[in-house]
C-alpha cells in the first residue's frame, strides 16, 4: 500500500517522464495490488475522488492507461521540454495531497492534486518578506499550504495577492496575519459574493431529503468552511500594478471579465512564469462567473504573449504555453457548438447532454461544460457579462450530467 500511495502522489505532483516511469514501474511492480484494491480502501488517498469521477469502483489499469494517455498528450504539446524550471526541488507533506515545487530561483508553486471542486494552486515569490499567490479554500488546506512554505521561507509571507475572488484562492488569507492584502477592485468589491457559512451549510448537509444536496455534501466532504473571516484586499489594482521583490520585478495585469470580473494575473518576467489564477484551467473542465468568451479568450491570448517558460494554472498539473492554448480552442468549440443547440431551440441541460466533448472529455469533471453553455446562452441573448447566475441550478444539472 505505501508503494501505491507513493505512485499515486508521483502522478499527482509529477510532470512527464517521472509520471510515466513511476505509473509503468507500479504497474510491471504491483499489478495484483493496482487490480485489487477496491476504492473504498483507499479513501484515505486522493485516489477515491479520482475514480468516482471516472466512475470505476476499483483502481485498475484503465486509470493507469489513462493517467498514461494524459501524459502523452501533454508530452505530444511540448510539455516536458517547455517546462525546464519543473526540475527544481519538491516537497509533499504527511498525510496531504499537495505539493511545493521549486519552479524558479526563490519561486515556487504549492499544488494541490485536482480532486474537483476547490482543488485551487498557489505560488510563493520567497523575496523581500514573501508574497503569496492565492490562499486556499479553508483554514486546515491553508495551514498546510503555510506549513509547506515554511520549509523555504523564513516567516510567513508579508504579502499576499489575491488572483480573483472566488473562496478556493482567498479564503485563508486571515492565516496570513497583518500581511498587505493585493487584489483587483472588483475582487475586492465582490469579496463577499460567497459566503463561507453557506458552504459549511452544504457540506453538512448529507442527511438532506434531496439527493442532489446529498451528493454535494459528499463532493465536500475533505472541506472545513467553519472559522473562516473574509479578508479582502486593501491594495487595489486596476489595470496594473508592478512590484520590485529585491530585485525580482512582479508584474500584476487585470485581464478581467474573463474568469471573473477581477481576474489578475502575476508575472514574472525575468523568471518567464505565470500564475494565471483561475484564468487558466489546466486538464480540468474550466467554470466561469462574471465575463464573456471573447475577454477569456483575450485573457489566455495575454499569458501566451508574456511568452512564459511555465505556467502555473489555477487548478491543474503545471505547464507551458500549450495550457492556454488548449483552453482557447476547448472554449471556441464550446461556444461554437451551443451556438449550435441555441440556434435549434436545446435547454443548455440538453445541449450539455449533446455536446461531444471530443479531446477535452479526458479532462476531469467534463459536467462542468454546462457552465460554459449556459454562458454561451446568456451572450447569444445579448445579456450582461455579470448577468446573475442561478448556481443551484446549474450545480443540479451538472449532477444530472454527471448522472448521480
Ligand atoms: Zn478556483
Excluded at 42 to 59: N, T, Y
Excluded at 103 to 128: E, F, H, M, P
Amino acid at each position: 500500500m505505501r508503494f501505491v500511495r507513493a505512485a499515486i502522489h508521483g502522478r499527482t505532483i509529477s510532470e512527464g517522464r517521472e509520471m510515466r516511469v513511476l505509473l509503468e514501474k507500479m504497474v510491471l511492480d504491483r499489478p495484483d495490488i493496482l487490480e485489487a484494491t477496491p476504492v473504498a480502501r483507499l479513501r484515505e488517498f486522493d485516489l477515491a475522488h479520482q475514480a468516482a469521477v471516472l466512475g470505476a469502483d476499483r483502481i485498475g489499469l484503465d486509470f493507469v492507461a489513462r493517467q498514461m494517455r494524459l501524459d502523452e498528450q501533454a508530452e505530444f504539446h511540448g510539455g516536458p521540454a517547455l517546462r525546464p524550471a519543473c526540475r527544481g526541488r519538491q516537497w509533499s507533506c504527511y498525510g496531504c495531497a499537495m505539493e511545493l515545487q521549486e519552479i524558479g530561483r526563490d519561486v515556487y508553486a504549492c499544488l494541490q492534486a485536482d480532486r474537483g471542486l476547490g482543488t485551487s494552486n498557489s505560488g510563493l515569490v520567497n523575496r523581500a518578506g514573501g508574497l503569496v499567490v492565492d490562499t486556499f479554500w479553508d483554514l486546515p488546506h491553508t495551514r498546510q499550504m503555510i506549513e509547506l512554505y515554511g520549509r523555504v521561507w523564513q516567516a510567513p509571507a508579508r504579502r499576499v495577492v489575491n488572483t480573483h475572488r472566488n473562496g478556493d484562492h482567498c479564503w485563508g488569507n486571515q492565516l496570513f496575519r497583518g500581511a498587505e492584502i493585493i487584489g483587483h477592485r472588483t475582487c475586492a468589491a465582490e469579496f463577499g459574493k460567497e459566503s463561507p457559512g453557506f458552504m459549511q451549510a452544504l457540506r453538512d448537509g448529507g442527511d438532506s431529503a434531496d439527493p442532489m444536496l446529498r451528493t454535494f455534501a459528499r463532493l465536500l466532504v475533505d472541506w472545513d468552511f467553519r472559522g473562516i473571516e473574509l479578508v479582502p484586499p486593501t491594495t487595489l489594482v486596476d489595470d496594473r500594478l508592478e512590484l520590485d521583490l529585491d530585485g525580482v520585478r512582479v508584474e500584476l495585469i487585470h485581464v478581467g471579465p474573463a474568469h471573473t470580473a477581477g481576474d489578475v494575473i502575476v508575472h514574472l518576467p525575468a523568471e518567464r512564469i505565470v500564475f494565471t489564477g483561475d484564468v487558466l484551467f489546466r486538464l480540468c473542465t474550466p467554470i466561469g462567473w462574471e465575463g464573456t468568451f471573447e475577454r477569456w479568450i483575450a485573457a489566455l491570448e495575454r499569458i501566451v504573449a508574456l511568452d512564459p517558460a511555465l505556467v502555473v494554472p489555477g487548478h491543474g498539473p503545471l505547464c507551458g504555453v500549450e495550457g492556454p492554448r488548449e483552453m482557447q480552442a476547448y472554449l471556441r468549440y464550446v461556444r461554437a457548438e451551443a451556438r449550435r443547440f441555441f440556434d435549434q431551440g436545446l435547454t443548455t441541460l440538453d445541449a450539455s447532454r449533446r455536446l461531444d466533448l471530443g479531446p477535452y472529455a479526458g479532462w476531469t469533471e467534463p459536467e462542468r461544460v454546462l457552465f460554459q453553455v449556459e454562458r454561451a446562452y446568456r451572450e447569444f441573448r445579448g445579456e450582461p457579462f455579470d448577468a446573475p447566475v442561478d448556481v443551484t441550478a446549474l450545480f443540479r444539472g451538472m449532477l444530472e450530467l454527471r448522472g448521480r
